[in-house]
């Protein structure tokens, strides 16, 4: 019971952006981007030690500007990128006439010193450390002045950390970093054309396909691309009544997408019928900002609403493990007891596992970590990470 | 009398007056004087103190009059009874001497008697003599006459014969005359006569020539008969006098019986055929029960008289037709009616228009009425159960129609409804919201109105006049499965759910559905939930006396589900109205540059639009919703003093958090904030009345605002106009909300959000925002 407790940990800054480290299988590692437009922001890399349900952190300055979004490589665990405001012109405080300034969201990938795993394990109110931060060291910046405001920089999934899409407004940019990701190029990219200012929400790399596809939202609609032609595949009008907010593929069905937005549901889709969704959760009460499947297990699905809640749900029925039939018409062979283990798994149906409510200000982020499948976290605007497990009745059905 | 002397009598001299008079009463009491009779029999009882009485003592009557008497009245009771005694003694002395008179007369009477019977016995000897005489001459007169008598006892003998033989004789002749003039049975009841005779004697040449001639002409007769059965155009009674003189002639029955079914099917068929152009319901029944029915009950009767019911001779008995006959009359009558059922449901199937189901069931009734006439005439038959099915099977069918027709008068009215809101709003603008309550009223009397004439015309199925009524489908199972149960019931499911489906398919495409318009249903289902259902489902109870053998939906249940139908509109209106005006906040947070804005004049024209928006939302929300409760005001609730009010309370709290000292002070701060002031729950579910809905639509527009808001980056003129906006929202909307302070919360939230947002956070007086509101 004591070990299913949520673990709290709280941010001095505002912040939105939140992403497990990708790469990193072995340790429970978060990074948290912060938000705060007078101070120098930070990247806060949160340890937690499963077994002393302990949270060690360490931080990284960005002084670039403030975080917006936030993307782990896959290849390498020093290697992320951000995208970030920044604000060209001149601010002084005092400064009373009126000036005219730009705020602009810029992509761009960074590395972290090689020296913050070695000083870093150290306690959270170490006054220390935060005092003295490191800095990120710039590899490059994802910048076209042309293509406008970075929305989101995505990874290409299990790939060597080589390719990124960056979302800027009505862009879809595929880049290719070479000479250890200091350099970016160009290799292709789409973009939206219609009426009115078209501006990509959000978008995800498809872990399917080879890594040739990406689906990306904007307004109301959700788009698939090929990114061999960079050409749309297919579009879904109006899948949500107001804006969707993000997108996750299903990590083991490929054709199945979740998506989240203002009309407070999510919806679960297969590409190939793109007419009716295949399932719909009006859980939350107001909008739903993130969406993740579980990468192993994926009838999880974890969801952070500007209701300050997160709630966990089972969906089964859709998931690549329906439990029932499936396993037993397939694993016969596996003996009587698994056989009738299963038996009692098929009543269990589509539900909700859980709602937490640990948060008191709009959850942005919510996020599974990459080493334990049974762990994820979540993030609300005034700073607050929270860090919870799958009960553990589910896990232990789920596993056996 | 005799209770005086009762009364009165003293020392009876000696007891034989007493005795007499006992003897007296009872003759009296035989020759039936009974009143005199009932009084002695009570006071007869066992007193031995009653002088009449059985059981009269004298010793004690004396006793007890020495006793309970004086002198004096021993007297008189003495001289009393003294001279009862003498009259007494002189009616006895009358009444022997009557009897003796009467004696004396008898005894006269028997003597003149004896002398007149010694005269009829001289009489009676003399003609016992004559008699003696005259038997015998009769015995004289038979012996001579004896002879004469025998011999033409043989002549009248042979004459009776040669008759016989002459008309054998002439038989052929006859039966060749009698077919001639068609006169069938003559024919045969003259072969009959002569047929056994023929036949005994056919050894004979000559009788074996009349009856090869009979033979033949029979068998002419008997294809004559045929034929004329087989044209089938001769009326019924011709037909059966043709049957029966066939039956008698030896034909076999099994043929005949065939044979007439043949032909009275030819018949009914062309009944049928009649039937099928027939267009209008009541005239088709009246034609299927006088032509066809009225045909086939005849064609039974006759066959009945013909095959089953005629008395057995001979060896036709041994043949066992009735049984036969009964089972082809069976066969035929089941086929038949087979044909004409299947007729009959498919032109009840055709009545498809519910305007006037009287004429309908008056078709039934008729149909079901002639059918018992079947059943009379041949019980046993399948026919008349088969004919109730049918019944059953159409009222089925009606109420499924009814059915639908209520739930198409149901789409009908909402579409109405619909227009009526849309048309107003485009033309005058105000109009329209003013005629919510008389829409609803109008709309759920009219939907009334139908259910009840639907009742009527279903509650015609069950009416005490309709012979099928006393079915026990009738009086059970369609009362309660199906008037009540797929009738009412489903059509109050329906309702809930057409209710519910507006809130699943306007949601995503664009809100379809009018706003007023779920405002509309949902206080339908409340109402309906309050009272209407109720109000119906008794009616229904009532007018059908619905036994509620099977379960039946409960009230409870229907209550529950319309409310939750309630709820869901009323929250769908929420969330629709909430959208739109999210949207316009979201709009205008979105589309402006905020960094370089300019310092603010004014209030953005768009709060002023939901101010509006607002407020014409709490007018039609109010038309059709009570009040509600709400958290006390301030006792300076007016908008002037509230905004001193709420703008010095703003001030204090925000002016810490607009100057940050530290790193951690402002997050510090606001979350010292939260945790003094109590979480406020934005969604929480919305009840039944104006405050709360139109809280519910305030707060998601604020939230709305918030999250915009926190989407964005500000100038400082950009923070100083969201001030000067949420101060103006705050003017106006608290009046709207169940609790004030959830106002100033979402809105203390937005500024604290929007100075944190902003890049030079300088914010505005709180006067001047306060003229600049109040400028408008």
Known sequence: MEDDAPVIYGLEFQARALTSQTAESDAIRFLVGTQSLKFDNQIHIIDFDDENNIISKSVLLHQAGEIWHISASPADKAVLSTCYNKSEASTLPFHVTRHLSRVVTCGAVWRMPPEWESGSHESPDDPHNSHNPQNLELLCHLDNSAHGNTSSVLWEPMGDGTRVISLADNHALLWDLTESSTQATISSSATLEGKGQLKFTSGKWSPHHNCTQLATANDTAIRGWDLRTMSQIYCIENAHGQLVRDLDFNPNKQYYLASCGDDCKVKFWDVRNINEPVKNLEEHSHWVWSVRYNHSHDQLVLTGSSDSRVILSNMVSISSEPFGHLVDDDDLSDGEDNHQYDKSKEPLQDSIISTYEEHEDSVYAVEWSSADPWLFASLSYDGRLVINRVPRALKYHILL | ?776
């Open chain 2, 1 to 776: 009398m005799d209770g005086d002397i009762c009364a009165t009598a003293t020392t009876p001299p000696d007891s034989d007056p007493a005795r007499k008079r006992r003897v007296h009463g009872m003759l009296k009491l035989y020759y039936g004087l009974n009143e005199e009779g009932k009084t002695v029999d009570q006071a007869e009882s066992m007193n031995p103190c009653d002088i009449n009485g059985t059981h009269f003592d004298p010793e004690v009557y004396l006793n007890k009059f020495r006793r309970e008497c004086s002198l004096g009245e021993l007297m008189d009771q003495e001289s009393c009874m003294v001279k009862q005694i003498r009259s007494l003694d002189s009616d006895m002395q009358t009444l022997v001497y009557e009897n003796y008179n009467k004696f004396i007369s008898a005894t006269d009477t028997i003597r003149k008697m004896k002398n007149d019977f010694k005269k009829m016995e001289d009489e009676m000897d003399c003609l016992s003599t004559n008699m003696a005489a005259i038997t015998e001459f009769s015995a004289h007169i038979s012996g001579t006459l004896q002879d004469q008598h025998a011999q033409i006892t043989k002549l009248s003998g042979v004459h009776n014969l040669l008759r016989k033989l002459q008309f054998l004789f002439e038989l052929p002749a006859r039966l060749n005359k009698c077919l001639e003039l068609q006169a069938y049975s003559q024919a045969v009841s003259s072969h009959r006569r002569a047929r056994c005779v023929l036949q005994q004697y056919s050894h004979m040449p000559s009788f074996r020539g009349i009856q090869d001639d009979c033979h033949a002409i029979m068998d002419k007769l008997a294809q004559e008969l045929r034929q004329k059965f087989r044209d089938g155009g001769s009326s019924a009674k011709d037909l059966s006098e043709c049957v029966e003189l066939l039956l008698q002639l030896d034909e076999p029955a099994e043929e005949l019986c065939d044979k007439f079914l043949i032909h009275a099917q030819s018949r009914l068929e062309t009944n049928l055929r009649g039937l099928e152009a027939e267009t209008d319901i009541l005239e088709f029944i009246d034609r299927g029960c006088n032509e066809f029915v009225s045909s086939l009950c005849l064609v039974i009767a006759s066959y009945q008289e013909l095959f089953v019911n005629r008395p057995q001779e001979g060896n036709l008995a041994s043949k066992n037709i009735p049984q036969m006959a009964i089972g082809k009359l069976h066969a035929f009558v089941d086929a038949m009616a087979t044909c004409y059922f299947s007729l009959v449901e498919r032109r009840i199937q055709e009545e498809k228009s519910v305007g006037d189901n009287s004429l309908l069931v008056r078709a039934l009734d008729r149909f079901h009425r002639r059918l018992q006439a079947v059943a009379k005439l041949l019980p046993g038959s399948a026919v008349p159960s088969q004919g109730t099915e049918i019944v059953v099977r159409a009222a089925r069918e009606r109420i499924k129609q009814y059915l639908a027709a209520l739930q198409s008068f149901y789409l009908d009215s909402l579409r109405d409804v619909r227009q009526a809101l849309a048309a107003p709003r485009l033309a005058t603008g105000k109009d329209a919201p003013a005629s919510l309550p008389e829409l609803l009223s109008s709309l759920s009397a009219s939907i009334l109105n139908q259910i009840k004439s639907v009742l009527a015309s279903v509650h015609l199925f069950t009416a005490k006049d309709i012979t099928f009524s006393n079915k026990p489908y009738f009086k059970g199972e369609f009362c309660s499965q199906g008037v009540r149960e797929s009738l009412v019931v489903n059509f109050i499911k329906f309702v809930c759910q057409s209710s519910r489906q507006f809130c699943e398919s306007a949601g995503d495409r664009g809100g379809s559905t009018p706003p007023a318009l779920l405002l509309l249903l949902s206080r339908l289902c409340l109402d309906y939930e309050t009272s209407t259902i109720t109000y119906i489902l008794t009616l229904t109870d009532e007018q059908f006396l619905v036994q509620h053998r099977s379960p039946v939906t409960a009230v409870a249940a229907l209550c529950g589900e319309a409310r939750e139908a309630a709820q869901k509109l009323l929250k769908h209106y929420v969330k629709v109205q909430g959208l739109i005006i999210s949207q316009m906040l979201r709009k205008s947070v979105e589309t402006r540059d905020w960094v370089n804005t300019i310092e603010p004049r004014n209030v953005r024209a768009v709060m002023k639009r939901v101010v509006e928006d607002t407020t014409s939302i709490d007018v039609q929300v109010s038309l059709l919703y009570e009040e509600g409760t709400r958290k006390a005001h301030s006792s300076d609730s007016s908008k002037r003093t509230f905004s001193v009010y709420s703008g010095s309370r703003q001030q204090t709290r925000y002016a810490p958090s607009y100057t940050p000292s530290a790193a951690m002070d402002t997050n510090f701060l606001s979350n010292i904030h939260k945790l003094f002031s109590e979480r406020i729950d934005i969604f929480s579910p919305v009840e039944f009345n104006k405050v709360s809905v139109v809280t519910g639509i305030i707060k998601i527009s604020l939230k709305t605002f918030l999250e915009c808001v926190r989407l964005r980056t500000f100038g400082r003129y950009g923070l100083q106009q969201i001030q000067v906006d949420c101060n103006y929202l705050q003017m106006y909307l608290w009046r709207f909300v169940s609790d004030e302070n959830l106002v100033h919360f979402l809105l203390d939230e937005i500024v604290g959000s929007t100075a944190h947002r902003c890049l030079d956070p300088a914010p505005m007086e709180q006067s001047v925002i306060e003229v600049i509101c109040e400028r408008g």
